[in-house]
Structures are given as structure tokens and as C-alpha cells.
């Protein structure tokens, strides 16, 4: 699958939205139809049906045909490589829609972790499964990126439709998080100066 570089500001708009990213998100259990969607997130089947509609537009969703019964529709979203372009080459409102995306994607993360949490005595078996790791690396620019492409080409290698994975195959939240660490010897965010 080939990277697609989301740059066009109604896209961004469009994936950026509250309601639609957590339609994205219950979307990635298995595919739905709006009336369904409504019912999971408390929202009717007009408000579900209106920003299926707009995901479908700009691609980040699609229609599964075969199990169309009538007017019912239903929607999946499809394994997708979505990459934004560099800050330095965002303008501000493009950089905006960016970084509402991505609080509203950490919030989601947390939330999702929280409930794993929550539930976890529940789990069976999977309980005791959480791959955690932290760790620090000294590497240029260019090796980051490397690293990265590295992580997506292990998820990918991974990544199964519901219908590919072998029996006893769950869906497992797995996140990549790096930023460079700031230099100590410049001030925290927030940190005054007197």
C-alpha cells in the first residue's frame, strides 16, 4: 500500500472532525451501517449517515457492497497509510487541522487504554499481554525516518482484514510516539521566566 499524503484542506477538515474520528474508530471493529453507528457512538442515523457520506468523499471510508440489502448501506474503512506533510511546509490552517487531529487521536489513544485498564481482569488470557517499551535513541533526521518506515513495513506485515486473521486473532491497538527530547538546557513549555 502506498503512502497517500492527506494536503488538501478540505481533507484535513473532513478527517479532523470529532464525530467522524470516532466513526473511524468503531469502524476499525468491522464494518457498519449508519443505523448501527448511531446506536454504538449515541448519535442518530441522519447525524452517522450525513459524515459517513463526508468520509466516503474524500476516501478515508468505503461502501461493502455485498452486504447491501436494500436501501441499507454498509461502510468499512480500509487499511490506509495516511501521512501529513512537513510542519515546514504546512500553512497555518493546514498545521491547525493537524494538530486538532492529533490531540483528538491522543485523547482517543488514552481513552482506549484507559477502558483496556479498566476491563483488564476481564481479559482472559489476554490480560497479561502488553507489550510495553520505552526508549531513547541517538540518531540523525534521516535515520528517524528510516526507524519509522521500518515500524510502518513490521505493522503492515502484521495487519489483517477480520476476515484474514487466524482464529483467536484480536484487534490489538499498537502506537509508534517519537519526538526529539528538548535540550536541557532551554526552558519547559510553560515554564516562566522572570
Do not use: C, N
Amino acid at each position: 500500500m502506498e503512502p497517500r499524503e492527506i494536503t488538501d484542506v478540505d481533507e484535513l477538515r473532513a478527517l479532523a472532525h470529532p464525530l467522524r474520528q470516532r466513526i473511524l474508530r468503531q469502524l476499525g471493529h468491522g464494518p457498519a451501517t449508519a443505523s448501527m453507528l448511531g446506536k454504538a457512538l449515541g448519535e442518530s442515523s441522519g447525524a452517522t449517515s450525513y459524515h459517513l457520506r463526508m468520509l466516503a468523499k474524500h476516501e478515508f471510508i468505503e461502501e461493502v457492497p455485498e452486504r447491501a440489502h436494500g436501501r441499507e448501506r454498509w461502510w468499512r474503512s480500509p487499511a490506509q497509510d495516511l501521512r501529513f506533510p512537513r510542519k515546514a511546509s504546512q500553512d497555518p490552517e493546514i498545521r491547525t487541522l493537524i494538530e486538532q487531529l492529533h490531540q483528538l487521536k491522543l485523547a482517543a489513544d488514552q481513552e482506549l487504554f484507559d477502558s483496556f485498564l479498566a476491563g483488564r481482569a476481564d481479559e482472559g488470557e489476554w490480560a497479561d499481554v502488553l507489550p510495553y517499551s520505552r526508549g531513547s535513541l541517538r540518531v540523525t533526521l534521516p535515520e528517524l525516518r528510516e526507524f519509522f518506515d521500518e515500524y510502518l513495513a513490521l505493522l503492515k506485515r502484521y495487519r489483517r482484514s477480520e476476515e484474514e486473521a487466524p482464529e483467536g486473532a484480536r484487534l490489538v491497538a499498537a502506537r509508534f510516539f517519537a519526538f526529539p527530547v528538548p535540550d536541557p538546557g532551554t526552558r519547559s513549555p510553560g515554564e516562566r521566566t522572570e
